[in-house]
């Protein structure tokens, strides 16, 4: 009896630790991006990246959603092979070899949209793969039309930029042991080659506007243990390649910041995100801080292991069982690569347009001239990106907002977690 007051007492501190450190994060996909809030719309079409997810925000301020037709006929398949499958499950049909039971219940990987590029008025590029295949399709948005261009096994493609012509793709393929390196190939999807190689993460690859087969990416190097574990990232840098010669030419690198995605404007103006570069640290105030909050991460670990076995044995949550299904923790989530502590940034950072940022300030895109002049136009920034008449569409991670000549910012519309942005002249 003792043991069972003392456990709920403990549960009950759980719930309420989890639900202190929980209040300010919303979860993702709970609702798809909202509408314009206020402000006069860009002269542009835009859209973002949501977590494997793809939205185009078209005329009125109304958003839809991609929904890939190969995707969709993958997952009817998937649903209609458990249908046919149901039947086996506990029987002696459901035994694989070596005695194990197969999952029948089990559905499809997840096929997700990495990168995305408008190739012309209503007309999509994009990437998506799931744990098996990947590809580059088009799409157009009217029709809702869709066309396979390449489709391989094993393929991880990101990052799709077009060349000044349209007529090439640049890119990131993702390689082993978490390197990547930049891509090439045809907007038919042909000739896909490697342009970097390295234990390097290349990535961010954009064209300069003028200077066909020069390119701009970001680049970092990884360290290894002695076993050829990974150890860290070093801090990125911007290069230049030259895809005839394959020469690499270094544009920005200072060990005190991270310059990250480099897009270049008709002026030649290399535009890019500048952040403080975090060298990986563990010293004496870790082991403080760990030996502080282990009480209270253990207790949420207990809170999370119970939950499990009221879940698979009740079907009910300890949080509630008339509540919202449990949705995954987001008080870390990742952007650009580096962990965000969400419910700190939705607490203590600022607002723009009364939108939330999920980045700090010290997250600026900066404007740097042919001469080596530079300038912040925006902070709090988590992604962007510039069409060819100038204007930019940037991101704080849940908000879009447009930059006037004026550097002032107009918020267009909203989402959650905001990955990565695209737009394109009208």
């Given at each position: ?89 506990d029987t002696a049909f459901g035994v694989a070899a070596y005695g194990n039971y ?233 952007l650009q690569g580096k962990r965000i502590d969400a419910e700190r940034a939705l ?24 001469s080596g002049a530079e300038a912040v136009v925006a902070s709090n920034v988590s ?44």
């Open positions: 009896m003792h043991v069972l007051i003392v456990l709920g007492i403990v549960v009950l501190l759980v719930v309420l630790f989890y639900k202190a450190t929980n209040q300010y994060v919303q979860p993702v996909g709970a609702a798809a991006p909202s509408p314009s809030m206020g402000g006069n719309a860009p002269p542009v079409q835009f859209g973002w990246v949501v977590n494997g997810k793809l939205f185009v925000q078209g005329a009125y301020g109304t958003v839809q959603e991609i929904t890939s037709p190969y995707a969709q006929q993958a997952m009817d398949r998937a649903e209609r092979s458990l249908e046919k499958n149901a039947w086996k499950k197969r999952d029948f219940e089990r559905g499809a990987d997840p096929i997700l949209i990495s990168s995305a590029r408008f190739c012309g008025a209503g007309k999509l590029l994009y990437f998506q793969s799931d744990q098996g295949m990947g590809g580059l399709f088009s799409y157009d948005v009217a029709s809702g039309h869709e066309e396979r261009l390449l489709h391989r096994q094993q393929l991880r493609l990101a990052d799709l930029s077009l060349s000044p012509s349209g007529e090439t793709i640049y890119c990131t393929v993702q390689g082993r042991g978490g390197a990547s390196h930049i891509a090439t190939m045809g907007v038919a999807g042909d000739g896909l080659r490697e342009l970097s190689g390295g234990d390097t993460i290349d990535s961010a690859p954009t064209a300069v506007p003028g200077e066909e087969g020069l390119v701009i990416y970001q680049s970092a190097g990884i360290a290894r243990d002695q076993q050829g574990g990974w150890a860290a990232t070093g801090h990125v840098t911007l290069q230049e390649l030259n895809t005839a010669t394959g020469r690499v030419t270094p544009v920005l690198e200072d060990p005190r910041y991270d310059f990250l995605s480099p897009r270049v404007a008709a002026d030649g103006a290399l535009f890019f995100i500048r952040r403080p570069y975090e060298p990986p640290q563990y010293n004496a105030g870790n082991v403080v801080l760990d030996t502080l909050l282990f009480p209270f991460r253990l207790l949420r670990a207990v809170f999370h292991y119970l939950n499990f076995f009221s879940l698979m044995y009740s079907r009910k949550p300890l949080t509630g069982a008339g509540g919202a299904p449990m949705q995954a923790d987001l008080k870390n989530i990742v607490r203590k950072e600022a607002s723009i347009g009364g939108i939330p940022s999920l980045v700090p300030s010290s997250w600026q895109l900066v404007r740097r001239t042919r992604s962007f990106d510039i069409t060819p008449n100038g204007t930019i569409v940037y991101s704080n991670g849940r908000g879009l907002f447009a930059l006037d000549a004026q550097g002032r910012s107009t918020l267009v519309s909203q989402g959650d977690l905001v990955g990565t942005v695209l737009v394109h002249d009208k």
